[in-house]
């Protein structure tokens, strides 16, 4: 009886915190969390999909990774921690008889953040290895340019709503006859710490 009461009064010291998307996501909010101390929220990684920040059912497909920077009274706000194509939705994109090409690049952005950006092309044909290389070459160069050109958020932004993505595809296509291209996966390398060290500067 006693354990039983302990349990309940833990649950009952916490309170309840809502999480918001970043502005550059429209501050939409992904839920509600509870904890008995704000600090301890710091660090957390939120999970969400895009559907969820958008309300547009065709990107159900992409999840979308937040984690919570700071907490201004019950409010728990994000920064974008990275993104990944749903295993079933990858799986859908592979056909027989064709080619796909891959290619993982870190980057750092305008303002100093570093990410790990995997991006990804389906060929309508099975191409050359020499195809793949130049394919591999115009995804390098166009996620290095937009990655020192644009801010995290901007980024962020032109990676999942597709635009990084259609930019590859239009050059790419020139290489070879392409079915899909899309930033399959990303994510943040700058730590919470560094993070959190960037943010008071900035506020500095």
Do not use: C
Request: proline letters at 2%.
């Amino acid at each position: 009886m006693s354990s039983r009461r302990r349990i309940r009064d833990k649950w009952r010291s916490k309170a309840w915190y809502t999480v918001l998307a970043p502005p550059y996501f429209g501050n939409v909010e992904l839920g509600a969390i509870p904890a008995d101390e704000p600090e301890k929220l710091v660090g957390r990684v939120i999970d969400s999909t895009l559907y969820d920040v958008t309300n547009d059912f065709a990107h159900q497909y992409l999840k979308m990774h937040f984690q919570i920077l700071e907490v201004d009274g019950k409010t728990a706000k994000t920064i974008f921690k990275g993104h990944e194509y749903s295993r079933d939705y990858l799986r859908s994109l592979v056909r027989r008889r064709t080619t796909k090409v891959d290619g993982i690049f870190e980057v750092k952005t305008k303002d100093g953040y570093k990410l790990r950006v995997a991006v990804a092309a389906f060929t309508l044909v099975r191409i050359r290895t020499s195809q793949e290389r130049e394919i591999r070459a115009i995804m390098k160069k166009i996620i290095k340019e937009k990655a020192s050109a644009l801010t995290l958020d901007q980024f962020a932004q032109e990676m999942v709503l597709g635009k990084i993505a259609s930019d590859i595809y239009n050059e790419a296509k020139k290489i070879a006859p392409l079915r899909h291209v899309g930033v399959r996966k990303s994510k943040l390398l700058t730590q919470i710490s560094q993070l959190i060290s960037q943010k008071v500067k900035k506020a500095a």
